[in-house]
């Protein structure tokens, strides 16, 4: 191996290579409990380097994961077979600020938040904004697709993207898209999107920048039962509101967060909706009127109002904060991130409860109700194998009813390590042998990123490794 | 191939999949479905996936052209087909997979058209923006496979954008999906963003899911009138960069309107920007005042106002104006035009100089917010223009555009099609994209000749 790590310190600076076992420890980790230690962790600063290192992985046979700041939940950014990890912390310029076409060119490393505190001069800001949105990089958010609470409104990283710059499992440097918003031929950038590593290395990417809106009005309003709380996102849908975030949280896991943060959420309440309207003063004024009058109708006990942006960040920090708040309850916990149909949404949760009596486990529910995006936290302690063996078979049990009822085994997070082995609740084998195909198209040798995404074929599934849920963060 | 009758043995098959009377064999009426003057060898409209399946599957091992069709609207776009020998149909196709308007997500057949999906949401106040041209008989597989767009782009986005599941079915006769229909779904790669925009080169759409959205209450068009480009463009940025956020945006050059108008005599030379709000009173108030407050240029006419069914007529017209291209000149050529924003004046400059160069009126109408545009280059003369009117035309406008920019020639006269490349340069990899159409269908079954390579 230290053949190797030569042969990469002479592609790049003598200190962008790591070899020794306690420096590529610190890369062995994501926000979840995946875990696996690459060989080597290489920090390439330019385009044309990252192209030589991989094609130097190439002739090695030994496969290269991309990773940004490794706030991921589903092991996308780990080593799964001991390879090497490509970390993009030297590649966080932000090439080009471009206002009248909306538009900026960032490396891979340029961390989410500081993008749009870069571009927040002009008025505009990067629209996908992930609970890790402090830290996480663009590269991350783009292998992801990632979402978060405004995606209801705004969408995911990829409705974000128009152009990218990547490095082919080949070593090939090649362009899709640009500036514009479409183009001739087929939509590799939407596909690259969210390919969570597995085609190719993104080493540039062209992204819309959004106007900040005029107005926005926060509100927390407060009920008395989860079902009357659920009943109001259908009702708020119906009467043709469209607010431009959503929030859920359950009255026992508002406890634990009001407890960690202050952020004034009541502590006797069933559960709590927390609600953001945007757009020009007079309409965030009469849908901020239209949605106290939904929730009155829903029997909330009370709606309250962010008063100024102190007071609104301070709703959102209890929210954004949430699974941090948990952990302080229990030892590990496993985030879902299923999907339902929204007019599903009272009836899922009624189901979630029953799978906590069942496996005897704690749930808290902390979501994106707008768009059915579930996050059930299931609490459990990692020492006791029992608990684990539970905490698995009840996080699929809840993903396999979230697709039973027309909906999805995650929404933002991203399938994986964590998840893969989970593709065939969702999709059959024709399904993913097509995807497979165009996984093969680029990435035949699966030098990138291997064995995340695919379940692992039935013949060669490994008997010693047991795939184990992933915990942490959370958005 | 010959392109007049269907061998006996293809007949039998087609008709042992899709049963008789879902096989057309009759050269009259499979003239009807001539592409650029190739006419099918049968055209045929299987009833489930299963049967796509088994005339994919069958072509497949025959090494047959297949063409997928929805409502003809688009499929003049591409280069001239070397053959076409099966017209697969999708107008069987038209089940409604879910619908819950508490879900606000329609899942559909490909088949069936964008007035059929209109008819089934409008009455729960929903809607779906996909504005293409012709929705009665544009199918939502056709619209998806072109990348199809109207005005509601500005503020929707393109297809892309709100398409959240896919049914399809390859030439080795999987039948296969992608996405979900809910609105928020990572799971697998998002073969969505790879169907949509492939013009029936990869697999054939059967159904899709969408996002569907609350209908406004109540609509206002501000249509304010310029006397050139520039001050149009400076208009436009200024509308962006303010806190309104339109509906729709939508530019219409002067001979564009006088087509709208259907009258082409008319002398008005003023550019339009069509600026349409949804809101409240109080809201439409709000867009009153600040149009009326900013500093136009002084040649800019005060911002006029239409609403109710001269409104929905003026969108309606606005939608199919590329239909009204060929009918005031069927020997016209259309183009689209996908650009940054900063790109649309010298592109449309240089659009209006290659028209005079060569003989042409120019006409475009489009997302002048999103860099969307449809452009015209009309005859002048009643006899067709010779050829290379039309190929100089179009390259001088390429050549005028940055390299992100893509001009695909839509439509235009079989004669001049020989002379130029539709599709025009691209910035996407082409070995990228070779590789995947490879994956799907490495003997090019589908469209064979048709697409950029």
Sequence with gaps: MSTLAKQLRRILASDAVLDRPEDVMLYEYDAGLSTGTPALVVFPETTQQVSQVVRLANQQGISLVPRGAGTGLSGGAIARDAGMVMVFSRMRRILEIDPANQRAVVQPGVVNLELSQAVAGYGLYFAPDPASQRVSTIGGNVAENSGGPHALAYGATVNHITGLEVVLPDGRIVEMGGKAGDSCGYDLTGLFVGSEGTLGIVTAITLKLTRVAEAVETLLAIFHSMDDAANTVMALTAEGITPVALEMLDGWTLRCVEEATHAGYPMDSGAVLLIELEGLREAVGEQAGAVREVCRRQNAREVRRAANQQERQLLWKGRKNAFASLGRLSPAYYTQDGVVPRTKIPAVLQFIAGVSKKYGLRIGNIFHAGDGNLHPCILFDIRDPDQVRRTHEAGREILQHCVGVGGTITGEHGVGMEKNELMPILFTDDDLAVMKRVHDAFNPRGVLNPHKLFPTPRSCRETNVVSRPAGGGGI | ?453
């Excluded at chain 2, 008709?15 to 055209?43: F, M, N, Q, W």
């Design chain 2, 1 to 453: 191939m010959s392109a007049s009758a269907a061998s006996p043995g293809l007949l039998r098959d087609l008709t042992s999949i899709c049963g008789g009377d879902h096989v057309i064999e009759d050269a009259l009426k499979l003239r009807r479905y001539a592409i650029d003057d190739v006419v099918p060898r049968a055209a045929v409209s299987p009833g489930t996936p299963a049967e796509v399946a088994a005339v994919l599957k069958f072509a497949h091992h025959h090494d047959v052209v297949v063409v997928p069709a929805g409502g003809f609207t688009h499929q003049g776009t591409g280069a001239i087909p070397d053959a076409v020998d099966i017209l697969l149909r999708t107008d069987r196709l038209t089940a409604v997979e879910h619908y819950d308007p508490g879900d606000l997500t329609i899942g559909i057949g490909a088949g069936a058209t964008l007035a059929e999906v209109e008819r089934i949401i409008a009455p729960n106040r929903q809607l779906l923006p996909l504005d293409a041209p012709l929705p009665e008989s544009c199918t939502v597989g056709g619209a998806l496979a072109v990348a199809a767009h109207g005005p509601l782009k500005h503020a929707y986005g393109g297809v892309r954008d709100f398409c959240t599941g896919i049914r399809y079915v390859t030439v080795d006769g999987k039948l296969a999906k992608a996405g979900a229909r809910v609105v928020k779904n990572v799971a697998g790669y998002d073969m969505m963003k790879l169907l949509i925009g492939s013009f029936g080169t990869l697999a054939v759409i059967t159904g899709a899911s969408f996002k569907v959205y609350p209908a406004p209450r109540q609509t206002r068009t501000f249509i304010a009138s310029f006397a050139g480009l520039p001050e149009v463009v400076r208009f436009r940025d200024q509308v962006l960069a303010s806190p309104l956020s339109p509906m729709c945006l939508e530019l219409v050059s002067p001979h564009a309107h006088r087509l709208l108008a259907g009258d082409s005599n008319q002398d008005d030379d003023s550019w339009r920007v069509l600026l349409r709000a949804a809101g409240s009173d109080a809201v439409l108030a709000r867009y009153r005042t600040e149009l009326a407050t900013w500093r136009l240029p002084p040649s800019a006419a005060a911002a006029r106002e239409v609403s109710g069914e001269v409104e929905t007529q003026l969108w309606r017209h606005v939608g199919n104006w590329p239909h009204a291209v060929f009918e005031a000149a069927r020997n016209s050529a259309l183009v689209r035009l996908d650009l940054p924003l900063q790109a649309v004046e010298p592109a449309l400059a240089a659009a209006e100089q290659a028209a005079t160069d060569n003989d042409f009126l120019f006409a475009a109408v489009g997302r002048i917010g999103a860099g969307s545009l449809l452009l015209a280059f009309l005859p002048i003369t009643p006899d067709p223009p010779a050829a290379m009117h039309y190929a100089n035309a179009v390259s001088a406008l390429r050549g005028a555009l940055p390299r992100d920019a893509s001009a695909i020639v839509l439509r235009c006269p079989l004669e001049a099609k020989r002379h130029f490349s539709v599709w025009g340069s691209t910035p996407n990899d082409l070995g990228a994209m070779r590789a995947i159409r490879d994956a799907f269908d490495e003997r090019h079954i589908l469209n064979r000749g048709r697409f950029l390579f």
